[in-house]
């Protein structure tokens, strides 16, 4: 009888770290939502820094040259433009997902797959010469979608793809991206 009880004893301890093993490693892997968020964020704080309460992503932009398709030679014109920064800065940021993974998917071995979209309540801009000119902040203004990320989690890796808002897909190659130091930033 003692024997039995030590029996039941030991599969009782053994079931229950057993158990506690694996609701341990369930709270080491995220859901792949939750790690679709995190990759999404990663990337939307690529170029975007957060200085404040607010997102704030710089474009350094470049004017064509004059002239045409070539660089034109010699001394620049006095007052052209040598470029600018513009800073726009996006307040109360959300981010809204669905997941869109359909059963064919799963057949093809995607175990997830979603957008994952940011959006801003307003939006000012700001625009800095290299030259030390600077302008003021526009008024905040409505400004909807700023950014979408397309996520896939196939065979255990994932991929996406990313589109930037219509303002900064719009200054092309004349603009490069990048998240700004919150000092750089001028105040207002």
């Known amino acids: 009888m003692l024997s ?8 009782s301890v053994a079931a229950l770290a057993t158990l506690l093993v694996l609701a341990a490693s369930a709270q080491t892997v995220p859901s792949p939502r939750l790690e679709a968020q995190r990759q999404a964020n990663a990337q939307f704080e690529t170029f975007r820094a957060r200085c404040g309460k607010d997102y704030v992503v710089a474009a350094d932009v470049s004017p064509p040259p004059r002239g045409g398709f070539t660089t034109t ?68 203004q409505p400004a909807g979608p700023i950014y979408t990320v397309t996520l896939e989690l196939k065979d255990g890796s994932w991929s996406s793809r990313g589109q930037e808002m219509s ?22």
């Open 167 to 188: 303002l900064l897909g719009a200054l092309g190659r004349y603009a490069k991206l990048r998240r700004p130091a919150c000092a750089e930033i001028p105040a207002g």
């Open 73 to 140: 030679l010699g001394t620049p014109v006095p007052g052209a433009s040598s470029g600018h920064t513009l800073y726009i800065a996006y307040a109360d940021v959300r981010l809204d997902g669905r997941e869109i993974t359909t059963d064919i998917d799963r057949r093809n071995g995607i175990a997830w797959r979603g957008t994952l979209a940011y959006s801003a309540a307003a939006l000012r801009q700001i625009s800095v010469g290299q030259d030390g000119t600077r302008g003021a902040w526009s008024p905040w």
């Open 4 to 11: 039995r009880i030590r029996i039941v004893a030991a599969a």
